[in-house]
């Protein structure tokens, strides 16, 4: 059995901009395809350090277990996994979170329960699973996660070094500022940094992908009843594309994003001229928030391009 957690589609870490600036590519400094990085077996996560193993995903595959101090199962779950990652030897990095103390990172990764895993490999999360795993599923799991990692040319291995820490990323400095913005909850400067990092380099995707979920996030604040902007937009028409634009935006930030494309794809399909254009481009934003990688951005590019053509 798992425990629920309380949840709030406002007030999360959020995950997708950390994810979206090391998935896909290797931390800099350090080969994906191998070498020895810094840093423990086993480390406690919290909102502080997430950045750091999110940047150690690029090298070596992470598999994050969310506990709680007052499910005693759960804490049978982290010594087992504890064990899994010791016999590993530095193949994979177990972090453990503590879901009472830091709800806002088990929200962040979509925990509904705990205990619950999660892999996480060049920054993208992997659900494991959720409740108690049956005797004997841990160590072929944690087989599965490092043949994957291995597939994908993550073959870096940890050293042990309990002081150690993934090396730091040279970033553009306006994307740093933006970043250390987005730390500090300052969304305006975070936005300003992430256009001038674009102004000086066109072709900087990462902080394209970055300005795109910044402004994501500064229309969702604008919204101040998701729920009401969602019946609305569940009574309008397709042609109501302002309407079907919000809910959209509420879904894609609340983790869904297959329902945030079906809807914006319906639109498309019953527009035409500067509306669809309007929606196709705010459609192609969100493909950019979720990743490339998405099972769900894939099935909907061509749905997409079924739409268009």
């Known amino acids: 059995m798992s425990q629920p957690l309380a949840s709030s589609m406002y007030g999360a870490v959020d995950l997708s901009g950390l994810a979206g600036s090391v998935g896909g590519a290797s931390a800099p400094g350090v080969s994906a395809a191998s070498g020895a990085i810094p840093g423990p077996f086993v480390l406690d996560v ?120 993934p090396p730091a990323s040279p970033r553009p400095p306006h994307q740093a500022a933006g970043l250390d913005a987005l730390d500090a909850g300052d969304i305006e400067t975070a936005h300003a940094e992430f256009v001038q ?52 935006d509420i879904e894609c930030y609340s983790r869904r994003p297959e329902a945030a494309f079906a809807r914006l794809l319906d639109v498309i399909r019953v527009t035409s001229g500067k509306e669809r254009d309007i929606v196709r481009e705010r459609l192609l934003e969100l493909f950019e928030i979720v990743g490339k990688d998405s099972p769900a951005v894939s099935q909907a590019r061509r749905e997409l391009a079924s739409a268009l053509f």
Not at 69 to 81: F, K, P
Not at 135 to 162: F, H, I, K, T, Y
Request: charged letters at 20%; one cysteine or more.
């Open 46 to 165: 919290t909102p502080d350090n997430l950045r750091s193993v999110l940047e150690t995903s690029a090298s070596v595959p992470v598999i994050l277990v969310f506990f709680a101090e007052s499910v005693e199962q759960s804490l049978s779950l982290v010594n087992q996994l504890e064990g899994l990652a010791n016999e590993a030897q530095g193949h994979f990095q177990l972090g453990e979170v503590d879901a009472v103390a830091y709800p806002e990172v088990a929200q962040a990764f979509g925990v509904g329960g705990i205990p619950a895993a999660v892999a996480v490999m060049q920054g993208q999360p992997i659900p494991l699973f959720q409740g108690i795993p049956q005797e004997g599923e841990l160590a072929p799991l944690c087989n599965r996660v490092m043949e994957a990692a291995q597939q994908n040319g993550l073959s870096g291995v940890l050293d042990g070094d309990e002081g150690g820490e």
């Open 197 to 248: 990092a674009i102004k000086d380099n066109p072709g900087d995707t990462e902080s394209k992908v970055l300005l795109a979920q910044v402004e994501l996030l500064q229309r969702v604040q604008e919204i101040d009843d998701p729920i009401a902007v969602l019946q609305e937009a569940s009574e309008a028409n397709l042609g109501d594309i302002e309407a079907h634009l919000a809910a959209a």
